[in-house]
């Protein structure tokens, strides 16, 4: 979702499906605010703060009226913009698969994304907003879809599920209905349910 088109139009346009929650966080900003939304940061980090959780509601409904589904890609929020130390994060098991050049890339990604001005507070708000759209979205909207981004920083083919389908335990979904978005809800999606 451009910054361009907005969340709502994008949603009225009927887009099959939203990778990131890209835009819904934009959409929570009221138009008083009067933001420039080209200057809203990794997927509307910098609106944090301006964001008015009561409109969470309004945007799961329209995902509803239509039919938009959300990959939320939790994980890429938790492990590449996310506090932590990105050597450390290399050292984790399952790096061993990925490529020398690929694991560099992948901490000097992060050590730019997460540099010495990065604002942990910030970062859990909101990681906590996204959380609960995400389960809004889950419980009333359309539904998620299981996605996971990879090979993304520090997310590896296969492994990476496995943290997003924490991630959405985390959210609240239960570990049945974890697993469901990445079986029944997909099937649904390509309306191939049988």
């Known amino acids: 979702v451009s910054t361009g088109v907005g969340i709502r139009h994008a949603l009225q346009s009927n887009y099959a499906s939203v990778d990131h929650l890209d835009g819904y966080l934009d959409g929570l900003v009221p138009e008083s605010a009067n933001v420039n939304p080209h200057e809203n940061g990794f997927f509307g980090f910098n609106f944090t703060y301006l964001a008015d959780t009561a409109k ?3 945007l799961v409904k329209m995902s509803k009226e239509h039919g938009v589904w959300v990959v939320p890609t ?3 929020f938790e ?3 996310a506090p932590g130390d990105p050597e450390e994060m290399a050292n984790q098991p399952e790096m061993k ?3 020398d050049d690929i694991l560099q890339g992948w901490i000097d990604s992060k050590k730019r994304m997460v540099d010495e001005d990065f ?3 910030q970062w859990e708000k909101f990681n906590e907003i996204r959380r609960k759209l995400l389960l809004k979205l889950h419980r009333n909207g359309q539904g998620l ?3 996971s981004d990879a090979p993304q ?6 492994f990476s599920i496995h943290h997003e389908l924490a991630s959405m335990i985390k959210v609240g979904l239960t570990p049945l209905e974890a697993i469901q ?5 997909p099937a649904i999606y390509y309306d191939m349910e049988g």
């Open 56 to 58: 969470i509601d309004e």
């Open 74 to 76: 939790q994980t890429l």
């Open 79 to 81: 492990r590449w913009y």
């Open 97 to 99: 698969y990925m490529p």
């Open 119 to 121: 604002n942990v507070d």
């Open 145 to 147: 879809l299981l996605g």
């Open 153 to 158: 920083v520090f997310n590896v083919p296969g």
């Open 181 to 185: 978005i990445g079986t029944i809800n």
